[in-house]
Antibody, heavy 120, light 112 residues
Framework: QVTLRESGPALVKPTQTLTLTCTFS??????????VNWIRQPPGKALEWLAR???????SYSTSLKTRLTISKDTSKNQVVLTMTNMDPVDTATYYC????????????WGQGTLVTVSS | DVVMTQSPLSLPVTLGQPASISCRSS???????????LNWFQQRPGQSPRRLIY???NRDSGVPDRFSGSGSGTDFTLKISRVEAEDVGVYYC?????????FGQGTRLEIK
């Protein structure tokens, strides 16, 4: 059974760095074609893809946010970490991690999401 | 970035009636491998998104067969043959053919 779970602070202050962790089970990065993504959703708004990492540690980032994002993985712990620097109130959103399955099987499983509020 | 445009943005439907959501992309979504990476997601109130359809027309496991996807190139459609109460929520199309992945604005389905 594939599961993903996001964790991290519920509240961060403007200019701070956000660190989120996605802990998953039921699959591993040893499987060919597996990727883990971060996607966010501001309250009442649409989904926005942020970053992806694959088994070979290849990383890709949103064009508009790439200077602020870093994605990394710990294969032994089945975790993917996203850091976002210089947080602003407009970054208030629910942050999801989602898996890409084998053969470009985009976003086949999602975590429950974690709401991050940016406020002083 | 490829722009995904959904219509309508709000869709009131009577229970038992059909519903249809359109999604248009700013570029063809046919990939070099011949596949078209157009997916549909459902987000029920208070829940995470759930994938319904992948590669235009393939239903995910556990998705009722009243949901169907069709289309090609730049024009795609999600149809619900008979809307049930559990179908209330927001529906998103998403493309994975061109980097970066992009989503539509979402279509809110409600019961009349």
């Amino acid at each position: 059974q594939v599961t993903l779970r996001e964790s991290g602070p519920a509240l961060v202050k403007p200019t701070q760095t956000l660190t989120l962790t996605c802990t998953f089970s039921g699959f591993s990065f040893t499987t060919s074609g597996i990727c883990v993504n971060w996607i966010r959703q501001p309250p009442g708004k649409a989904l926005e893809w942020l970053a992806r990492i694959d088994r070979d540690d290849d990383k890709s980032y949103s064009t508009s946010l790439k200077t602020r994002l870093t994605i990394s993985k710990d294969t032994s712990k089945n975790q993917v970490v996203l850091t976002m620097t210089n947080m602003d109130p407009v970054d208030t959103a629910t942050y999801y991690c989602a898996r890409d399955g084998y053969n470009l099987n985009y976003f086949d499983y999602w975590g429950q999401g974690t709401l991050v509020t940016v406020s002083s | 970035d490829v722009v995904m445009t959904q219509s309508p943005l709000s869709l009131p439907v009577t229970l038992g009636q059909p519903a249809s959501i359109s999604c248009r992309s700013s570029q063809s979504l046919v990939y070099s491998d011949g596949n078209t990476y157009l997916n549909w997601f459902q987000q029920r109130p208070g829940q995470s998104p759930r994938r319904l359809i992948y590669k235009v027309s393939n239903r995910d496991s556990g998705v009722p067969d009243r949901f169907s996807g069709s289309g090609s190139g730049t024009d795609f459609t999600l149809k619900i043959s008979r809307v049930e109460a559990e179908d209330v929520g927001v529906y998103y199309c998403m493309q994975g053919t061109h980097w970066p992945d992009t989503f539509g604005q979402g279509t809110r389905l409600e019961i009349k």
